[in-house]
């Protein structure tokens, strides 16, 4: 009995610190609450939770961009940012993914996305929180509220170290098939991530414990499909 209770007591507490969560980055434009959102946006993970995050708009072109409460559309100085991450239309599967470690679950985590085009996410509502307090004046809905009302939307810097959570690589390259004037029809394998203007890399600083990550990789794994965005420009295609 007691070696069963002990198992148990084990089990739980596994539970308790591990909750994992996939959030969705985006959504087709039919989708209830339409493009531009993040499914959930506000999420509860305990200390070493990892957070997936899954570009599932199709087409889209988003970013994770950690912010502050304060300041919803402005990338937070040393905070994590997973760059732009290119879908292309036609997409169903093998949507590209970033994994987010949490080290801080006694914080809010507030992130946004930083794409400015063909007008600015942020100030639409595309907006998410981990661990965001359910009472008060700090609630996930006032965090959204503050972002409708803001007319900057920042720039973002790819970087893997945040505040409260960290990324050990850049977003996870698109595996799936899909199909389009520009892209294979079947078997593709694209990589994730798109310039959206210049990228810079830099060293983000660590906190809540996250190990040290050097920007530069993320900044190499977020300019290999600036030529996607380019050729979909000319053609009048919407990255959403």
């Known amino acids: 009995m ?20 996939t959030i969705q980055v985006g959504q087709v434009a039919s989708a209830a609450g339409g493009a531009l959102q993040f499914v959930p946006p506000s999420v509860k993970a305990t200390n070493g939770s990892v957070i997936t995050f899954q570009y599932a708009g199709a087409p889209g072109n988003h970013t994770v961009t950690q912010s502050t409460f304060a300041s919803p559309c402005s990338p937070l100085s040393g905070g994590f940012d997973s760059g ?23 914080e809010p985590i507030w992130f946004f996305c930083a794409q400015h085009l063909p007008a600015p ?10 661990n965001a307090p359910s009472t008060g004046n700090k609630t996930f809905e006032a965090f959204q509220s503050l972002a ?44 994730s ?10 060293s983000a600083a660590s906190s809540g414990g996250a190990p040290a990550a050097s920007n ?4 190499m794994g977020v300019s290999a499909n600036g030529f996607f965005t380019f050729v979909a420009a000319l053609l009048g295609v919407t990255l959403m």
Not at 148 to 156: C, L, M, R
């Open 148 to 191: 409708k009302s803001s007319t900057d939307s920042g720039t973002p810097v790819p970087a893997l170290s945040g505040s409260g959570a960290f990324a050990t690589a850049a977003p996870a390259p698109l595996t799936g098939s899909f199909s389009g004037l520009l892209n294979p029809t079947s078997g593709a394998s694209a990589a």
């Open 84 to 106: 732009y991450v290119f879908v292309p239309a036609g997409t169903t599967d093998g949507f590209p993914t970033w994994n987010l470690t949490i080290t801080n679950d006694q």
């Open 2 to 21: 007691r070696t069963t209770a002990a198992l148990t007591a084990v089990s739980l507490a596994a539970v308790a610190a591990a909750q994992n969560v």
């Open 193 to 202: 991530s798109a310039a959206s203007g210049a990228s810079s890399s830099g």
């Open 216 to 219: 530069t990789n993320a900044a």
């Open 121 to 130: 996410h942020c100030p639409a509502g595309m907006v998410g929180a981990i």
